[in-house]
């Protein structure tokens, strides 16, 4: 029962601590809303940025175009050739039959061009197209594909795709230092905000020393008034998190500024990213009045 006193004490003095000191309190409140809201910015965008790149990386295939004068024989040893290769996952033969089939059903105009060639008049290739583990190797396995006998040509959008995968890698790094960053910086004004409050209540610190009050009997109070600032800092970027991403979703249909960057789905990922803000503000608040607290306090 007297723990549960102590905190009850500890809790109190904490709430007395943020109402009492209102003015300053509401500047660590301010502080913490805009940076975690830049922060929630930046985690949406990182983690958008990075599902964009895997979508781009499990599109993207190889697909080698074979020479039409092969026999089927000689397709079944190129498609042993390409399953040996490093970094293939799979890959898949489509016929020109195939190929010209799906092109008369795509579009009225291919389809009053085609449906008079024969065989032999047809000049679309077969083809395999080939998935690989690793996007950052590609070029490799490219260039390994192109020199198997039989295989005329290779292409998989190289240049652009490895650019492409690249300016996002940048962006999410980016991202994610910007994260760091602000959390530090709010740390930081955190302790310097409660470093004031400290030095305003030097007279209360000192009667309670007088009294035989344990060093962690004044800190605690301090880090829990830091944790309550952390967390009122953290409804607005929440709520602004919760609804306005859900308006973002709603509004372009998920997906943003063309129909290849789609948007993760709004659940369970802003309530995901609305506990990371909430943890992160008490986290900043308590971590911000401890180091207020060891550094400044003269205990």
């Known amino acids: 029962m007297k723990t549960f006193r102590i905190i009850g004490r500890n809790v109190r003095d904490a709430f007395k601590g943020v109402f009492r000191n209102f003015s300053l309190s509401l500047a660590s409140i301010s502080c913490i809303t805009i940076t975690l809201i830049v922060v929630a910015v ?3 965008l990182s983690y958008n940025v990075d599902n964009f790149t895997k979508l781009v990386e499990e ?8 020479d039409n004068e092969l026999t089927d024989e000689k397709i079944d040893e190129i498609k ?8 293939v996952e799979k890959y898949e033969f489509i016929s020109k039959t195939d190929i010209t089939k799906d092109m008369m059903e795509s579009s009225d105009i291919f389809e009053s061009i085609m449906k008079d060639w024969s065989e032999d008049e047809n000049p679309i290739q077969n083809t395999f197209q080939i998935k690989v583990t690793d996007i950052n190797k590609i070029d490799k396995a490219a260039d390994d594909i192109k020199q198997i006998d039989g295989v005329t040509l290779v292409k998989y959008g190289e240049g652009m795709v490895e ?6 890698d940048i962006i999410h790094k980016v ?10 910086v709010t ?8 470093k004031i409050t400290i030095t305003s209540r030097q007279r209360e610190i000192s009667i309670m020393r007088l009294i ?3 060093n962690l009997n004044i800190r605690v109070p301090f880090i829990i008034e830091g944790l309550i600032l ?3 800092g953290a409804i607005i970027p929440i709520i602004l998190t919760i609804y306005g991403y859900n308006a973002i979703y709603t509004n372009f249909n998920g997906q943003l500024f063309s129909p290849f960057i789609k948007l993760l789905a709004p659940t369970p990922f802003v309530y995901t990213i609305s506990l990371s803000l909430l943890g992160i503000g008490v986290l900043v608040g308590m971590f911000g009045s401890w180091r207020a607290v060891r550094k400044h306090l003269k205990i």
């Open 42 to 44: 930046s985690i949406i």
């Open 163 to 168: 650019q492409l995968v690249s300016v996002f």
């Open 80 to 87: 042993d050739q390409i399953s040996l290769v490093n970094n």
């Open 175 to 184: 991202c994610l230092i910007s994260v760091i960053a602000l959390i530090l």
């Open 59 to 66: 599109d993207v295939t190889i697909v080698a175009f074979l």
């Open 187 to 194: 740390a930081f004004l955190i302790s310097n905000t409660i």
């Open 230 to 232: 952390g967390a009122l």
């Open 212 to 214: 035989g009050a344990s």
